[in-house]
């Protein structure tokens, strides 16, 4: 019965409802009273910058990126990002209000190609305009290529970096070349010296399981390599191969991909380790060590989930800036548009580039908490869900399937189902039960008018 749900494509579940359900729109109306009603709450809130360049592409990558090498073009978008933040805290300042920021993220795309200068400016803009008392935490994504050294490294902790988050994939050569990604074990181990680890409060360590050419053995070797490291933090991603929508995909050979059920033997022989090391898991593809603040977090049961991934719980609500971010205020979602030239000839017109959201109804937000609990906690308590609507026959059926196959485990006296192991492989399936738009359009969840992924070389940035 397993083999239906390995063929079964359905949605990754980060936010719900899934991006595919948002409404396009052509004004901004629905964005400025949220962002209103957030200024004058003066709730906190996460930040997410992200920068869309990469001077190389990656084959597995599923990220929203344009390549390019180009110094001017890096520093273009820096520019149009900077004046998106001053548009957001002019409106701030409307209300008498500042920001009360408590984490930022930078991610892309490649934000260490970020000039330096416009780096600096683009953190002075954002502290000269926020209630900085709030702020706890500058994340990096660092890509350990590109003229990466310690001392580069280092230089982002005086502008207030205080985590970085390394894209390592894998340690094995022949899959590093099938990706077109090389970074060694010794690139990283001596990226990593004692003054960066000292200095930086968390550094957590992506990889993929599912890349093309890899084995278990090679996977084994790559994890412990990993283990040896000793990152605090720890994310697993599974290899999501839709050339159609990826069209670099295409670059690599089908026939070098693990099959699915070597997928399911991959993802638990690296979360064996994981776990046999101390890492501890947080949801089904974070691990963490118990000094890392996700693990402290997840064990008072303050974890929370935004746009981006875990928070620990400091702020629900995240404001995003930069080409394709993604924001959340509230029971509102909101995205900006893909298409680099058209972010930036939006805010020369000083309008937030806002192109598709979401505005949640009542049922929405039960089943988001549904959604979100299995995630975070992989449990699903009963009790309280006393739901009619939600807990249907069909629900009920899906539930009674999922412990007999093994994805879920029943605690009759307290009525709680609890996720297994192999049922955090199929996590976004078991979401996908509570899904009241899963009948809709799934394969329109990535096909963007407004912006080829990771193909929209045409720029045209000359214009402004
Ligand atoms: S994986 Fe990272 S560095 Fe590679 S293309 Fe994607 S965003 Fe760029």
Known sequence: MIQ?????KVPFYTLYPTQSNWEKINNNENFNSYLEKIIKSNSQLSMYLHF??????CYFCHCYTVISRKEDHYDKISSSIIKELELLFNAARRFGKKLKITDIHFGGGTPTVIPEQKFEKIIQTIKENIDS???KEIALEVDPRNDMNSEKLLKYSFYGVNRISLGIQDFDKDVQKAVNRINDYELIDNLLNKKVRETFDSINFDFIFGLPKQ??????TTTKKIVSLKPSRITILNMDHRPEIYRHQNAYKEIDLPTDELKIQMYELCTNILILNNYQKIGVNHFALDNDILSKYKNEKKLYRNPNGFSPGWAYDMISVGPSATGKLGNYYYQNIYSVDKYIESIEKKNFPINREKKLNNEDIKRRKIIMDLLNFEELHLKELNDNDILDNNVLYKLEEFVEIDFLNYDE???????????SYFINHICNIF???K???YLSQREFKDGIRSLDRNLNLNKF
């Not at 239906?4 to 079964?8: C, N």
């Not at 084995?215 to 084994?220: D, G, I, P, R």
């Not at 006296?413 to 049922?423: A, E, F, R």
């Open 4 to 8: 239906k749900y390995i063929k079964r």
């Open 413 to 423: 006296k307290n009525q709680v189902y609890s996720v297994t192991d192999l049922g």
């Open 52 to 57: 869309p360049f990469c001077p190389k592409q």
């Open 133 to 135: 008392d709030a702020l």
């Open 439 to 441: 009948d809709n359009k």
């Open 215 to 220: 084995t278990k053995k090679s996977l084994e």
């Open 435 to 437: 899904d009241s738009y």
